[in-house]
């Protein structure tokens, strides 16, 4: 029930094209939903988030789309360009024992070709 | 900003011997630092939460006396790893929140460790 399934493990995009990842969650008591980035060799980078009472964000060219009935969320990166290539990472939340804990997604390697 | 860093970026060491790693957040004050753990073309597990001035809380199947934690002040944590194994060669990343309870969490740049 504390897993997060993230969708394709693995994706190829042309240069300009929007790319959507996929997650999918079980535990109704997740409530913040953030995206990161993460290059080789590099910790994460925090994107965007997103809250359950909210059904869309954008920021810049990254777009969370939030499904809270079929506990699924997504993002799109418009206009990608090749230096977007790089590992993404959903992940879901919920405050255990006073702390909100982070539980990830399996990632999805992301190639943007020129 | 939210800076997270942590030091060394990569240690090499031998097996059996205990390896420190230290996460610091440089522009915050960070009562919850948390540390993962992540090995090659995998994603991040979640060892332990660490709070300032308490003890660590280790999530299930982490030997607490194998990974210590101490969170001493609220700009630093250490893990240490003892008597490393090859086995424990990893990724290892801290975050940190910046107040109590806090959703985002600021990653600092990871230590890779290698244990011959």
């Known amino acids: 029930q504390q897993q997060v399934k993230q969708s394709p493990q693995s994706l190829i995009v042309q240069k300009g094209g929007i790319p959507i990842i996929n997650c999918a969650y079980e535990n109704t008591a997740f409530d913040y939903f953030p995206w990161y980035q993460q290059f080789p060799g590099k910790g994460p980078a925090l994107l965007i988030a997103?809250?359950?009472?909210?059904s869309e964000k954008k920021e810049g060219r990254f777009t969370i789309s939030f499904n809270k009935s079929a506990k699924q969320f997504s993002l799109h990166i418009m206009d990608s360009q090749p230096g977007d290539s790089a590992t993404y990472f959903c992940a879901a939340s919920t405050r255990i024992q006073g702390a909100q804990k982070l539980v990830f997604g399996q990632g999805t390697r992301l190639t943007i070709n020129p | 900003g939210a800076v997270v860093s942590q030091h060394p970026s990569r240690v090499i060491c031998k097996s059996g011997t205990s390896v420190k790693i230290e996460c610091r957040s440089l522009d915050f004050q960070a009562t919850t630092m948390f540390w993962y753990r992540q090995f090659p073309k995998q994603s991040l597990m979640l060892m332990a939460t660490?709070?300032?001035?308490?003890?660590?809380?280790?999530e299930q199947g982490v030997e607490k006396d194998k990974f210590l934690i101490n969170h001493a002040s609220l700009t630093l944590s250490t893990l240490t790893v003892t008597s490393a194994h090859p086995e424990d060669s990893s990724f290892y990343i801290c975050?940190?929140?910046?107040?109590?309870?806090?959703?985002?969490?600021?990653f600092g740049p990871g230590t890779r460790l290698l244990v011959l």
């Open positions: 660490s709070n300032e001035g308490s003890k660590a809380t280790y």
């Open positions: 975050s940190a929140t910046k107040g109590s309870g806090q959703e985002t969490q600021y």
């Open positions: 997103i809250r359950p009472d909210v």
